[in-house]
């Protein structure tokens, strides 16, 4: 099939829209981001993050805490990735000096009242853990492995604080993390003698300060640690318990390592894969279930389809013609439009929509140019790809349309551009209202809202009729075979060709070829871990689209074999039933791998979940729908039809 001016300018338009993403003003870096050199003394702002629990999974704004505060507040300027993950990214009082070591320094003293106490109590409870920023490295705390000497893995940020019991007692109580003991690594250019950071760790600690005198602000000399008698906080042998009307002191030492590690490769230690083996196994387990499918495919294509053409395309007598069995029977209904055909065209437009986003997607962040070091700018992308898309979905739902003699094109854009992004629109609206009603920042503003809307009504929707008004102008798309007037009755099917088990049937081997895959996709989100594996996923990706078009295939021949060609929507229906066993599997994970405990917290896991596998519906759809258009139509225009 010849490449249509509509997907040109689609993936033009999204080629552009990367690139220009990936090009920061100062000059061109894969990463999308320009490194900063730092002098001796040089001022290091530390910004705050969200507040983030895996067990809740609402993330809150860092001062909606009690916490130090600076004197004015600044929200860093986020763009609409950032927004949707619910990133609040804001100054904060704690500031370095490049390459100078400080000791116990003082941030504040807070005085807890009952809402404060309440308050911390909660996400201390719940587990919620701090996120900051310095020169665009989120702060981790370093674990060491069990099973490896000597290695460590990161833990995102640290929590707010810890349950504990004192020695001798029975109550629990809580204890907040008050001292931080932030280490950041730098690289050194010998010759230029500046400095890059390529670390930004910490190591948190609860102490029940005590001082000297009378309390002056930053001036106060602290018992507990003191940069003068180089008294350095090692343990939490004495922790700050969370207590009404007491103080709470907040304080951090900063030690500047110098590291080999180069600027360029600075995530790569937050990013180290220790289960390579797995996805490599994935792997193979999809490539063991591709070949299967392969193998069943050739043998349908090269011994009985060949053995078919020519048995048929033999046929002496009209005896033996009036005789003929098999899919050859149902040549004059095979290409009879389905009932509900206007919705298939809507569907398959819409599964041509995800394919062209998540192609393109996956082609930019396998060359670098969406790394974790740019944040947001996966989900931004893929907003605006979707929106791009839009092009492709009203092309190719149109020429599916006129196909089926449809004549009005306009109708069948309007439920192309709205049928897919309004239901999600609705599920993802009332979602945020239930974030919206427990005070999270993880709740769009409404102006990020608007901004959703105009992107969906100002760009998506026009594309989707020009795509519409291109596809349905070219000329129709012509049957291989004629269509008989009177439809021909279906026999008997036996069993196994139900259409229902049938379609349940087809969707385990998509889903069994990316579940490994998808299980390190789930984590990533919802255990709040980095997923930067892109080639893997590129690989699963190709893979999953084989074994939705051979599975669609194999059982679309032996439903033609059978004289059953009411193939359309089955066609469909039989690979797109693999997002039934992705959210079955969504289930199965909740329970077994998450601790969401809260109840809106769980209705926003199994909304969001729907959403995907929505979407997983109408991508793997599409593929079997365009494999089994492909698979008949080569197979009827092989064969004499008298």
Same mark, same amino acid.
């Given at each position: 099939?010849?490449?249509?001016?509509?997907?040109?300018?689609?993936v033009?338009?999204?080629a552009?829209y990367l690139v220009?993403l990936?090009?920061?003003?100062?000059?061109?870096?894969?990463p999308?981001?320009?490194p900063?050199?730092?002098?001796k003394?040089?001022?290091?702002?530390?910004?705050?993050?969200?507040? #983030?629990?895996?067990k809740?999974?609402?993330?809150?704004?860092?001062?909606?805490?009690?916490?130090?505060?600076?004197?004015t507040?600044?929200?860093?300027?986020?763009n609409?990735?950032?927004?949707?993950?619910g990133?609040?990214?804001?100054?904060?009082?704690?500031?370095?000096?490049?390459?100078?070591?400080?000791?116990?320094?003082?941030?504040?003293?807070?005085?807890?009242?009952?809402?404060?106490?309440?308050?911390?109590?909660?996400?201390?409870e719940?587990?919620y853990?701090?996120n900051?920023?310095?020169d665009n490295?989120?702060?981790?705390?370093?674990?060491?492995?069990?099973d490896?000497?000597?290695?460590?893995?990161?833990q995102?940020?640290?929590?707010?604080g810890?349950?504990?019991?004192?020695?001798?007692?029975?109550?629990?109580?809580?204890?907040?993390?008050?001292?931080?003991?932030?280490?950041?690594?730098?690289?050194?250019?010998?010759?230029r003698?500046?400095?890059?950071?390529?670390a930004?760790e910490?190591?948190?600690?609860?102490?029940?300060?005590?001082?000297?005198?009378?309390?002056?602000?930053?001036?106060t000399?602290?018992?507990?640690?003191?940069?003068?008698?180089q008294?350095?906080? #090692?343990?939490?042998?004495?922790?700050?318990?969370?207590?009404?009307?007491?103080?709470?002191?907040?304080?951090?030492?900063?030690?500047?390592?110098e590291?080999?590690?180069?600027?360029a490769?600075?995530?790569?230690?937050?990013?180290?894969?220790?289960?390579?083996?797995?996805h490599?196994?994935?792997?193979?387990?999809?490539?063991m279930i591709?070949?299967?499918l392969?193998?069943?495919?050739?043998m349908?294509?090269?011994r009985?389809?060949y053995?078919d053409?020519?048995?048929?395309?033999?046929?002496?007598?009209?005896?033996?013609?009036?005789?003929?069995?098999?899919?050859?029977?149902v040549?004059?209904?095979?290409?009879?439009?389905p009932?509900?055909?206007d919705?298939?065209?809507?569907?398959?437009?819409?599964?041509?929509q995800?394919?062209?986003?998540l192609?393109?997607t996956?082609v930019?962040?396998?060359?670098?140019?969406?790394?974790?070091?740019?944040?947001g700018?996966?989900? #931004?992308?893929?907003?605006?790809?979707w929106?791009?898309?839009?092009?492709?979905?009203?092309?190719?739902?149109?020429?599916?349309y006129k196909?089926?003699?449809?004549?009005?094109?306009k109708?069948?854009?309007l439920?192309?551009?709205?049928?897919?992004?309004g239901?999600? =629109?609705?599920?993802?609206?009332?979602l945020n209202a239930?974030?919206w009603?427990?005070?999270?920042?993880?709740?769009?503003?409404?102006?990020?809202?608007?901004?959703?809307?105009?992107?969906?009504?100002?760009?998506?929707v026009?594309?989707v009729?020009?795509g519409s008004?291109?596809?349905?102008?070219?000329?129709?798309?012509?049957?291989?075979v004629?269509?008989?007037?009177?439809p021909?009755?279906?026999?008997?099917?036996?069993?196994?060709?139900n259409?229902i088990?049938?379609?349940?049937?087809?969707?385990?081997?998509?889903?069994?070829?990316?579940?490994?895959e998808?299980?390190?996709?789930?984590?990533?989100?919802?255990?709040?871990?980095?997923?930067?594996?892109?080639?893997?996923?590129f690989?699963? =990706?190709?893979i999953?689209?084989?074994t939705?078009?051979e599975?669609?295939?194999?059982?679309c021949?032996?439903q033609?074999?059978?004289?059953?060609?009411?193939?359309w929507?089955?066609?469909?229906?039989?690979s797109?039933?693999?997002?039934?066993?992705?959210?079955?599997?969504? #289930?199965?994970?909740?329970?077994?791998?998450?601790?969401?405990?809260?109840?809106?917290s769980?209705?926003? &896991?199994?909304?969001?979940?729907?959403?995907?596998? &929505?979407? =997983?519906?109408a991508?793997t759809?599409?593929?079997?729908?365009?494999?089994?258009?492909?698979?008949?139509?080569?197979?009827?225009?092989s064969?004499?039809?008298?």
């Amino acid at each position: 099939m010849a490449v249509s001016p509509a997907a040109a300018l689609a993936v033009a338009l999204a080629a552009l829209y990367l690139v220009a993403l990936a090009l920061p003003a100062a000059g061109f870096y894969l990463p999308g981001v320009a490194p900063n050199d730092f002098d001796k003394k040089d001022l290091l702002p530390v910004k705050v993050n969200k507040l #983030t629990s895996i067990k809740t999974q609402l993330p809150y704004s860092f001062y909606s805490l009690p916490f130090c505060k600076p004197d004015t507040i600044v929200d860093s300027a986020e763009n609409l990735g950032e927004v949707l993950r619910g990133d609040r990214i804001e100054n904060s009082p704690y500031t370095f000096e490049m390459r100078e070591p400080q000791m116990c320094q003082i941030v504040c003293k807070i005085s807890v009242g009952e809402k404060e106490a309440k308050l911390l109590k909660e996400k201390i409870e719940d587990e919620y853990r701090v996120n900051m920023i310095l020169d665009n490295l989120p702060l981790v705390v370093p674990i060491q492995r069990v099973d490896q000497e000597g290695a460590y893995f990161y833990q995102h940020g640290f929590h707010v604080g810890a349950k504990g019991k004192y020695s001798g007692s029975k109550d629990e109580k809580y204890f907040i993390h008050n001292h931080l003991s932030f280490t950041v690594k730098y690289h050194r250019d010998e010759q230029r003698d500046v400095s890059r950071i390529v670390a930004f760790e910490v190591k948190p600690y609860s102490v029940k300060h005590e001082h000297e005198g009378q309390w002056n602000d930053k001036k106060t000399r602290l018992t507990t640690c003191d940069p003068h008698a180089q008294r350095v906080i #090692t343990s939490s042998d004495s922790p700050q318990e969370v207590e009404v009307g007491k103080d709470i002191i907040f304080t951090y030492d900063v030690d500047f390592k110098e590291s080999d590690i180069k600027w360029a490769s600075r995530w790569d230690s937050y990013l180290l894969m220790t289960d390579d083996q797995i996805h490599w196994f994935s792997i193979v387990n999809s490539l063991m279930i591709v070949l299967f499918l392969s193998g069943m495919v050739a043998m349908i294509m090269l011994r009985t389809l060949y053995r078919d053409i020519s048995k048929y395309n033999q046929l002496e007598t009209q005896e033996e013609a009036q005789e003929e069995t098999g899919w050859k029977l149902v040549h004059g209904d095979a290409f009879r439009p389905p009932s509900n055909s206007d919705w298939l065209c809507v569907y398959v437009g819409t599964g041509v929509q995800f394919f062209g986003m998540l192609l393109v997607t996956m082609v930019f962040a396998v060359l670098g140019f969406l790394s974790p070091s740019n944040r947001g700018g996966l989900m #931004t992308a893929m907003l605006l790809l979707w929106v791009f898309m839009g092009l492709l979905a009203g092309y190719s739902s149109s020429r599916l349309y006129k196909l089926f003699k449809g004549s009005e094109w306009k109708n069948i854009a309007l439920r192309t551009a709205f049928t897919f992004p309004g239901s999600v =629109f609705a599920i993802f609206f009332f979602l945020n209202a239930l974030i919206w009603g427990q005070k999270s920042s993880g709740a769009v503003p409404f102006t990020t809202m608007f901004a959703l809307v105009l992107l969906w009504f100002g760009i998506s929707v026009p594309l989707v009729f020009v795509g519409s008004f291109l596809g349905f102008k070219k000329s129709a798309i012509e049957d291989p075979v004629k269509t008989n007037k009177i439809p021909r009755q279906i026999p008997e099917q036996a069993w196994y060709m139900n259409p229902i088990f049938s379609i349940l049937i087809g969707g385990i081997l998509p889903f069994g070829a990316v579940f490994i895959e998808l299980f390190f996709i789930l984590t990533s989100i919802w255990l709040h871990q980095f997923y930067y594996i892109f080639g893997f996923l590129f690989l699963v =990706f190709l893979i999953l689209i084989v074994t939705c078009a051979e599975i669609s295939i194999v059982l679309c021949y032996f439903q033609l074999c059978s004289e059953d060609y009411l193939w359309w929507w089955r066609s469909y229906l039989t690979s797109g039933s693999s997002a039934i066993y992705l959210f079955l599997y969504a #289930t199965f994970y909740f329970f077994t791998k998450l601790e969401i405990t809260k109840f809106v917290s769980a209705v926003l &896991y199994f909304g969001y979940m729907l959403i995907a596998s &929505y979407a =997983f519906f109408a991508l793997t759809g599409t593929i079997g729908f365009y494999a089994c258009f492909l698979f008949t139509r080569l197979i009827y225009s092989s064969v004499k039809i008298e």
